[in-house]
């Protein structure tokens, strides 16, 4: 495919002069490889510049209505983007000269050279200017791209002291615009990390390495210090000497306090002596600590990508569940004791602590659960409740579980129109054991007492003991006074039993009141 041919715009008032150019360019083995537009004032040449598209100027400084550099100096300012040849016929080595600095591509004198110079000129100025302008989008791109990037550019020479340094740069140490200029870089490094800095730049300057990147410290000019991260070139001249070095600085003051936040999180969670579990928001387990490990059993491969019921103990029913998961939809967390199973079978009580985690568009993106194991401390609580509520000498329920299950037998009768019986019971002359036998065997005829009053009764009624000799049953749910007849009569057969107790036989008798309700 044959290239385009090169349109020239020809600004040369002489039309002899004219034709000869056009004429060299036009030779017959270049024909067809330019475009003459020739005028021969400048303000026709303007006139030409604003529906055409020309690719070069060639350009007379003597024209009727511009003279000298003038000519050109208005030329370059109506068409900046056009490579300019001054063709003259003014042989004069400092017009020349200035012409060049004034932007002129190239100064050709009239009647010196042939058709190749004339074209070669050409091509030249071309090519000069498309690279100049090359270099000069390349130019503003680096200016944006120095002045408006948030990382911080500095250029430093040889000795230490800074060059330049972008706004960036400005903002983030807390100087003024163009401040740090000449300020020597070893000051703005705080002085703890300072040695790192010389030595690396040492090893840079020697040839050592090309470039290092490190985090260090700086100091800002209010005295507070941030980290940053630096990564440093080195320019180097044609003969290899060094010129200056770029370095590029991020302030990773907020990603280094993160880092440190997320290392303690990461302790405590490795350290805690709290079961930790964190699961997505399909409530998949992802993530355990050890503790987790140590309280249940499960190692992590175990659980993770299970639900959290694999724990479950069976002791909960749905309705348990669905309250959890309601506090946690209204509230964002949820606390309270459950019942868990150990990866051995083994029950166990643990206070659990649930909340949710959401993302930054308020999505619930985890749920994270911190459990202590409180099973000795149940026990311990039932213990103490056991013993609060029964007699130690016979484990019968005392008085006050006495009441507490009357309390609750009266209310369940008359809201369901049921019959309660109540007997109480006396040993007759017990006194008189404890003071011919001894407490011991006084002792041991109560325990016997209470095996066989447990025997006479039904699974759901109360046997319990008052104080001394005295005892209590309670009967639910029966039809009428001849149950409660019967077993009086039942418990006064088996009391009437001799009592053979550590080589004594004791006969007792007993009186029985009782009452019902309503």
Same mark, same amino acid.
């Given at each position: 495919?044959?290239?385009?041919?090169?349109?020239?715009?020809?600004?040369?008032?002489?039309?002899?002069?004219?034709?000869?150019?056009?004429?060299?360019?036009?030779?017959?083995?270049?024909?067809?490889?330019?475009? *003459?537009?020739?005028?021969?004032?400048?303000?026709?040449?303007?006139?030409?510049?604003?529906?055409?598209?020309?690719?070069?100027?060639?350009?007379?400084?003597?024209?009727?209505?511009?003279?000298?550099?003038?000519?050109?100096?208005?030329?370059?300012?109506?068409?900046?983007?056009?490579?300019?040849?001054?063709?003259?016929?003014?042989?004069?080595?400092?017009?020349?000269?200035?012409?060049?600095?004034?932007?002129?591509?190239?100064?050709?004198?009239?009647?010196?050279?042939?058709?190749?110079?004339?074209?070669?000129?050409?091509?030249?100025?071309? @090519?000069?200017?498309?690279?100049?302008?090359?270099?000069?989008?390349?130019?503003?791109?680096?200016?944006?791209?120095?002045?408006?990037?948030?990382?911080?550019?500095?250029?430093?020479?040889?000795?230490?002291?800074?060059?330049?340094?972008?706004?960036?740069?400005?903002?983030?140490?807390?100087?003024?615009?163009? @401040?740090?200029?000449?300020?020597?870089?070893?000051?703005?490094?705080?002085?703890?990390?300072?040695?790192?800095?010389?030595?690396?730049?040492?090893?840079?300057?020697?040839?050592?390495?090309?470039?290092?990147?490190?985090?260090?410290?700086?100091?800002?000019?209010?005295?507070?210090?941030?980290?940053?991260?630096?990564?440093?070139?080195?320019?180097?001249?044609?003969?290899?000497?060094?010129?200056?070095?770029?370095?590029?600085? @991020?302030?990773?003051?907020?990603?280094?306090?993160?880092?440190?936040?997320?290392?303690?999180?990461?302790? *405590?969670?490795?350290?805690?002596?709290?079961?930790?579990?964190?699961?997505?928001?399909?409530?998949?387990?992802?993530?355990?600590?050890?503790?987790?490990?140590?309280?249940?059993?499960? @190692?992590?491969?175990?659980?993770?990508?299970?639900?959290?019921?694999?724990?479950?103990?069976?002791?909960?029913?749905?309705?348990?569940?669905?309250?959890?998961?309601?506090?946690?939809?209204?509230?964002?967390?949820?606390?309270?004791?459950?019942?868990?199973?150990?990866?051995?079978?083994?029950?166990?009580?643990?206070?659990?602590?649930?909340?949710?985690?959401?993302?930054?568009?308020?999505?619930?993106?985890?749920?994270?659960?911190?459990?202590?194991?409180?099973?000795?401390?149940?026990?311990?609580?039932?213990?103490?409740?056991?013993?609060?509520?029964?007699?130690?000498?016979?484990?019968?329920?005392?008085?006050?579980?006495?009441?507490?299950?009357?309390?609750?037998?009266?209310?369940?009768?008359?809201?369901?129109?049921?019959?309660?019986?109540?007997?109480?019971?006396?040993?007759?002359?017990?006194?008189?054991?404890?003071?011919?036998?001894?407490?011991?065997?006084?002792?041991?005829?109560?325990?016997?007492?209470?095996?066989?009053?447990?025997?006479?009764?039904?699974?759901?009624?109360?046997?319990?003991?008052?104080?001394?000799?005295?005892?209590?049953?309670?009967?639910?749910?029966?039809?009428?006074?001849?149950?409660?007849?019967?077993?009086?009569?039942?418990?006064?057969?088996?009391?009437?039993?001799?009592?053979?107790?550590?080589?004594?036989?004791?006969?007792?008798?007993?009186?029985?009141?009782?009452?019902?309700?309503?």
């Amino acid at each position: 495919m044959a290239s385009q041919p090169i349109s020239i715009l020809m600004v040369v008032d002489n039309p002899g002069d004219a034709r000869l150019v056009q004429e060299l360019l036009l030779e017959s083995s270049w024909a067809g490889r330019f475009v *003459v537009t020739w005028v021969d004032r400048l303000g026709h040449a303007f006139d030409k510049l604003i529906n055409n598209v020309f690719q070069v100027i060639l350009l007379d400084l003597s024209l009727p209505d511009s003279h000298g550099l003038d000519t050109l100096t208005r030329m370059r300012a109506r068409a900046p983007s056009l490579p300019i040849v001054v063709l003259t016929g003014l042989d004069d080595e400092d017009l020349a000269l200035r012409a060049m600095q004034g932007g002129a591509q190239d100064y050709l004198v009239k009647g010196r050279g042939d058709g190749d110079l004339i074209r070669r000129a050409i091509r030249y100025a071309i @090519e000069r200017h498309r690279a100049e302008e090359a270099l000069r989008q390349s130019r503003a791109r680096f200016q944006a791209i120095y002045e408006n990037t948030s990382l911080g550019i500095s250029l430093v020479d040889a000795s230490g002291s800074l060059i330049d340094a972008n706004p960036a740069l400005h903002s983030i140490l807390g100087y003024e615009p163009d @401040e740090l200029r000449g300020t020597p870089v070893g000051n703005l490094t705080y002085p703890e990390d300072r040695d790192t800095s010389v030595e690396m730049m040492a090893e840079l300057l020697a040839g050592a390495r090309d470039h290092y990147t490190v985090e260090k410290r700086y100091q800002k000019k209010t005295g507070e210090v941030m980290w940053g991260r630096v990564n440093v070139s080195l320019i180097r001249g044609i003969e290899g000497e060094p010129l200056f070095s770029v370095g590029l600085i @991020e302030d990773v003051s907020e990603r280094r306090e993160m880092e440190d936040r997320l290392r303690l999180a990461a302790q *405590v969670l490795e350290n805690t002596s709290e079961g930790i579990f964190v699961t997505d928001a399909q409530r998949d387990i992802i993530l355990v600590n050890p503790a987790f490990t140590e309280l249940t059993g499960f @190692e992590s491969a175990d659980v993770v990508g299970h639900k959290p019921s694999v724990l479950s103990s069976g002791r909960h029913d749905a309705a348990f569940y669905d309250r959890i998961h309601t506090a946690l939809e209204e509230s964002g967390k949820w606390q309270g004791e459950i019942w868990n199973r150990r990866k051995s079978g083994e029950l166990f009580a643990e206070w659990l602590n649930i909340s949710i985690v959401r993302n930054e568009r308020n999505e619930i993106s985890n749920y994270v659960a911190v459990f202590s194991d409180i099973t000795s401390r149940k026990q311990t609580e039932e213990r103490l409740n056991y013993q609060a509520n029964h007699d130690p000498l016979t484990t019968l329920p005392n008085r006050t579980l006495f009441y507490e299950r009357l309390s609750r037998a009266l209310a369940r009768a008359h809201r369901n129109r049921l019959t309660v019986g109540l007997l109480f019971l006396d040993l007759d002359h017990f006194k008189e054991v404890n003071d011919t036998c001894g407490h011991l065997i006084g002792d041991m005829l109560l325990q016997t007492v209470a095996e066989r009053l447990s025997g006479c009764t039904r699974q759901g009624d109360t046997v319990a003991r008052l104080a001394g000799d005295e005892f209590t049953v309670i009967l639910e749910d029966i039809a009428d006074f001849r149950d409660a007849a019967i077993v009086s009569q039942k418990i006064l057969r088996q009391l009437a039993e001799p009592f053979h107790l550590n080589g004594f036989r004791l006969q007792v008798t007993t009186s029985i009141g009782i009452s019902l309700y309503p």
